[in-house]
């Protein structure tokens, strides 16, 4: 991990770059399998599924016979603990409820703010190298408790063609009401047209790749929503000599391990710490599974040494992090002052991984400094606020003669009649 000694502002734009490919190096990609999807349907699907999946599907529907074994190939330790963290998500979402807004704004003008759910929506749930079943939990359950009456998962085949049996229980678990074998762009193409086998939705949620990200951006410009631009995931540690430095590398590891596209950044007042926590990385790394994916993760990650706790917090908000870690004596100065993050763990004994798995928070997160101006997904994130009004005699003519005089400002002659012919028979 490369160390850098207190950054000067006019550098921070550089030293926080992401290592991502810019979008006009994708979009072409995008765009030629956007149109042969809208063109042909679910023969682009089979045949880029072949491409970039390495597998030739007879269908790419899950059966109802496919996810009764998967349900007997995940261990009971693993389904206790996946109900676990279904209870606690499910806790967690299902008290972000809110009320109906009424009030009357003027005697007879009564207004009101109701929400209803997306009906279709479309989950992606990334596979290739980590099948992330733990995400189905975060997009599934808050679909399920808002009341969607079509949740559609898409996740890549792996090389046997199946999806992971865990992907396939959790989903089941939590309501999902169709599943395709199908990943990447072409995935996010099928919800966004529609195939005879994939349904067209009303708006894509999930994490992935930056082809996958950039898919999605793309897939609004034909009408359909995302929950945000979500790509390779990032995790800053904000961290000081009261620090355990072999918890910060492994917080560190657990992001740097998802794909050689990661980024891991520590931010520190300590020197000491940033050289402990140099060689936690080395000793730990060694022993990982997926050594080579968090090599290359590290690579693109830094070590930044700040002379104190404000100007750490400016960076901070520059960067605007997906996960960001406090480990900090002034951990009040973080918690009050962070403004641009996704998800925030405060302390020695709360991991990233926490929130990840069955803590009860969102893993869906907004990355590459969207932080500054997307939420993490919610239960919001699965409904629409609609508002109403009616208006009573009294109430028309309360606000009648402003709605005439502003109208009428405005140039809008229709928009005053509407009000003026009303007006007319109530005065007579």
Known sequence: MQIINSPKRGDWTNVLKRPTQTVDDIEETVNKIFSEVSETGDRAIKDYTAKFDGVTLDSNSVSVEEIELAAKEVPEKLQ????????????????????????????????????????????????????????????????????????????????????????????????????????????????????????????????????????????????????????????LVVADDSANASYVASDLLS????????????????????????DEVEKQLEVLPRKAIAEKAIANSKLIYMENDNLALELINDYGPEHFIICSKNEDLYINGITNAGSVFIGDFTPESAGDYASGTNHTLPTNGFSK?????????????????????????????????????????????????????LKK
């Open 373 to 425: 101006a997307y939420s993490g997904v919610n239960l919001d994130s699965f409904l629409k606020s609609m508002t109403f009004q009616k208006i009573s005699k009294e109430g028309l003519l309360n606000l009648g003669q402003s709605i005439e005089l502003m109208a009428e400002a405005e140039g809008l002659q229709a928009h005053k009649n509407a009000v003026s012919i009303r007006l007319k028979d």
């Open 80 to 235: 206790k603990a996946i109900k676990l963290a279904k209870q606690n998500i499910e806790a967690f979402h299902k008290a972000q409820k809110t009320d109906k807004v009424v009030i009357e704004t003027v005697s007879g003008v009564s207004c009101w703010q109701e929400k209803r759910p997306i009906e279709k929506v479309g989950l992606y749930i990334p596979g290739g190298t980590a099948p992330l079943f733990s995400t189905v939990l975060m997009l599934a359950i808050p679909a399920q408790i808002a009341g969607c009456k079509e949740i559609v998962l898409c996740s890549p085949p792996n090389k046997t063609g199946n999806l992971a049996p865990e992907i396939l229980f959790a989903a089941q678990l939590c309501g999902v009401t169709k599943i395709i074998k199908v990943g990447g762009i072409q995935a996010i193409a099928g919800l966004t047209f529609g195939t005879e086998i994939i349904p067209q939705v009303y708006k894509i949620f999930g994490p992935g790749n930056q082809y996958v990200t950039v898919a999605k951006q793309i897939a609004t410009k034909y009408g359909v929503a995302i929950d945000m631009p979500a790509g390779p995931s990032e995790l």
């Open 255 to 278: 992001q740097a391990e998802h794909g050689t596209d990661s980024q891991v950044i520590l931010v520190s007042t300590s020197k000491r710490l940033i050289d402990e926590v140099s």
